[in-house]
């Protein structure tokens, strides 16, 4: 038990998951970033936030999943680009959970902005495939977070050397 | 230059970095891609569900009908699921309601709509425009920076009055550009909207003229 607690906060393990997590944000930015009118169109399906908040949402958010992933997969300010890709995560189960519970289905948006021909069953059941999707990546930030607060920890019960 | 440490300060630099590239790069999009920051909210006007049986009566096509006050109907999203109408050749169009600015219409009466000359408004992405769309048909996205160019295009170029017909369309199905298309057009003063529910994919389907590139 202890082996394997030591090896979920091992930083081999953490690096690996940084650079999956921040890779898929990553990935996830381009087509949005490359058609913003349809990433308004996504998010204007879901039928969940304002009208006049849809747009700057939707120019800021891919931009938002680009740096937070780059800095992540490059090891910089891990914690607050965790705890921001955490947050996003967050929002997107929530978004895709009240929709499935109101029976309304809406393509995911996450990796293309294209609409693609399917039927309601099949969208329905493709947001609940994506919510785990999701719920498995934010294990991955639960995982580097926990980490980086145990490496923070140790950093702080270790004596301070004298310099002799 | 000593980066930030703290939690709060690389947020506040994250969104700063944030905000100014998604600034610039918005900036510098071409208007295929970009997107106006502030856009008005685009609301459904009252619209008037398909209804199912088919009515005889003549092409709506030449009947300019005045604006009347309509009754509280629902909006696309508490659309009843109306069962779509399969076009017969002994089937004709439904007519201009003059209660009803805004209705649905099924694949016949679009059909004979087409044929009576009135026009066709795509509201799909110019993407999807270019691949193929109705024969004869304006692209008027709802969601590119273009709508407003392509409205003054279409108004100077057609010159039709509010109540002759249009026809909007989008992808069919759970597709709402031509729902939000037709709320620009009813702000505008167009009183005779109709939404082609099922759209350019029935039209396909049916083997009718399309055409493809852009107009």
Same mark, same amino acid.
């Given at each position: ?33 490359? +058609? ?70 809406? +393509? ?25 999707? +999701? ?30 | ?34 997107? /106006? ?93 270019? /691949? ?84």
């Amino acid at each position: 038990m202890i082996r394997l607690k030591a090896w979920l906060l091992s930083p081999w393990l953490t690096v690996r998951c940084q650079m999956l997590l921040g890779a898929i944000f990553v990935i996830a930015a381009f087509p949005k970033l490359m +058609d913003p009118p349809g990433f308004a169109k996504a998010m204007h399906a879901y039928k969940l936030f304002p009208a006049w908040g849809i747009h700057p949402a939707a120019l800021l958010m891919p931009w938002l999943e680009l740096i937070t992933g780059t800095l992540l997969a490059l090891g910089l300010w891990v914690r607050t680009t965790t705890l921001w890709i955490s947050a996003l995560l967050v929002a997107f189960i929530l978004s895709l959970s009240i929709n499935l519970a109101r029976h309304h289905p809406v +393509d995911c948006g996450c990796f293309t902005t294209q609409e693609k021909p399917k039927t309601e069953s099949e969208r329905l059941n493709d947001m609940r495939w994506v919510i785990l999707r +999701d719920l498995g990546m934010l294990l991955l930030a639960a995982q580097i977070l926990t980490a980086q607060r145990a490496k923070s920890k140790m950093e702080a019960n270790t004596p301070v050397s004298s310099g002799r | 230059m000593r980066l930030p440490t703290s939690i709060p300060a690389q947020t506040a630099a994250l969104l700063a970095i944030t905000g100014l590239c998604a600034l610039l790069a918005n900036a510098v999009a071409g208007p295929r891609r970009h997107l /106006a920051w502030f856009a008005t909210p685009m609301t459904a006007p009252p619209i008037a569900p398909l209804i199912a049986e088919p009515i005889s009566a003549t092409i709506p096509a030449a009947i300019p009908t005045p604006a009347q006050p309509t009754p509280a109907l629902p909006t696309p999203a508490q659309f009843p699921k109306a069962p779509t109408l399969k076009p017969t050749p002994s089937e004709v169009p439904t007519p201009q309601t003059p209660s009803q600015p805004v209705r649905e219409i099924a694949s016949a009466e679009a059909w004979a709509v087409f044929q009576a000359g009135a026009p066709f408004l795509d509201a799909r992405r110019s993407a999807d425009f270019e /691949a193929g769309h109705i024969k004869g048909a304006f692209n008027l996205s709802v969601w590119e920076s273009t709508l407003d160019e392509h409205l003054v295009e279409f108004e100077a170029k057609t010159n039709r009055p509010p109540e002759a017909p249009l026809v909007l369309y989008c992808s069919g199905g759970g597709c709402e550009d031509s729902h939000l298309l037709a709320s620009r057009l009813f702000k505008m003063g167009y009183r005779n909207l109709l939404i082609y529910r099922d759209g350019y994919p029935d039209w396909q389907a049916n083997g009718r003229p399309v055409a493809a590139g852009a107009k």
